[in-house]
């Protein structure tokens, strides 16, 4: 038996994973990465939760090379997943994806042209936008995606609209990294000034991170395939097989909120026995609080 929360359960539900650099065939990522066996995991616990998405978001570094094969290993693992769960699928481009084979293998498109997507769930807008710059490993969107994103924005959408970009428009520590990121965050601050978009979603960076674009949330998903070493000298660029997230985003009328979700899964018990859930479902709504929340 369970009983619903005191707070009003979010509009929205949506699963982000990034950086899944999938490589078809045999071969490790930098020589230590089983990339389908990380995403398999992460797509697992996302299942595994039980919750009701309204979407699952790739932020982008689809695959490590852009091979065709595994554009189509991608959807062949994804997209059950996301026609179980009910989930709409939105997938952008990252720096070391490339767009024609992305785009003749994810959209069925023989073009060079970014795939640049408006997806409205249950009035929740999504808008996905390549900020791969063809032939470099920074991001950033050209002219002509500005224009379009500016139409796309030009009338709200009934619940907002959730930006979904590869390059995280934040600051990251690592020197290395700055030299990669989102080219003129000013510009796309002043983009998305006074519009809808209530939140960013981003990756690229390998590390769950926070931050704002003005008043904008900013959420980056760490990788599904490996991690940043926060822990490693900020000079240096150290890989981790761990611990890999996702990240579980929910929004609600007046909030947008982000939880990192792990892969792996750790050794589990559980810290509030059923009894007790069984029990809190027959206490009345308005003394639950004082019943379960005082000291014993
Ligand atoms: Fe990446
Ligand atoms: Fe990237």
Same mark, same amino acid.
């Given at each position: 038996m369970v009983f619903t929360g005191s707070r009003p359960a979010p509009t929205h539900v949506i699963a982000h994973l990034s950086d899944m650099h999938l490589i078809a065939g045999p071969g490790l990522l930098q020589g230590h990465i089983d990339t389908v066996a990380k995403f398999r995991g992460a797509l697992e616990k996302v299942e595994g939760s039980g919750e009701r998405f309204d979407a699952i978001v790739l932020? &982008? *570094?689809? =695959? *490590?090379? /852009?091979?065709p094969e595994a554009y189509a290993l991608l959807r062949q693992m994804v997209e059950p997943v996301a026609e179980r769960l009910g989930a709409a699928l939105i997938m952008t481009g990252g720096n070391? *994806? #490339?767009r024609r084979p992305l785009a003749r293998e994810l959209y069925g498109r023989d073009t060079d042209e970014p795939q640049d997507t408006v997806t409205v769930v249950n009035g929740l807008r999504i808008i996905d936008i390549d900020s791969a710059v063809p032939g470099f490993h920074h991001g950033g969107f050209s002219d002509d995606q500005y224009d379009w994103l500016a139409r796309q924005l030009a009338s709200p959408a009934e619940h907002g609209t959730i930006l979904v970009t590869h390059h995280a428009p934040i600051t990251y520590r690592s020197p290395v990294m700055q030299l990669l990121d989102f080219d003129d965050v000013e510009r796309l601050r002043s983009a998305l #000034? &006074? =519009? $809808?978009? !209530?939140a960013i979603l981003s990756g690229h960076l390998h590390v769950t991170s926070f931050g704002m674009l003005g008043a904008i949330p900013v959420f980056v998903a760490g990788g599904v395939s490996y991690v940043d070493d926060v &822990? /490693?000298? !900020? $000079?240096l660029l150290m890989g981790v097989d761990g611990p890999q997230s996702w990240n579980l985003i929910e929004v609600h009328d007046d909030s947008v909120v982000g939880t990192v979700a792990p892969v792996e899964q750790h050794p589990t018990w559980p810290s509030l026995s059923e009894a007790v859930v069984e029990f809190m479902a027959t206490v009345p709504e308005e003394e639950r609080r004082t019943v379960f929340s005082t000291k014993r």
């Open positions: 932020s &982008g *570094d689809l =695959t *490590d090379s /852009a091979q070391h *994806d #490339e #000034e &006074g =519009t $809808d978009v !209530r &822990g /490693a000298p !900020r $000079d």
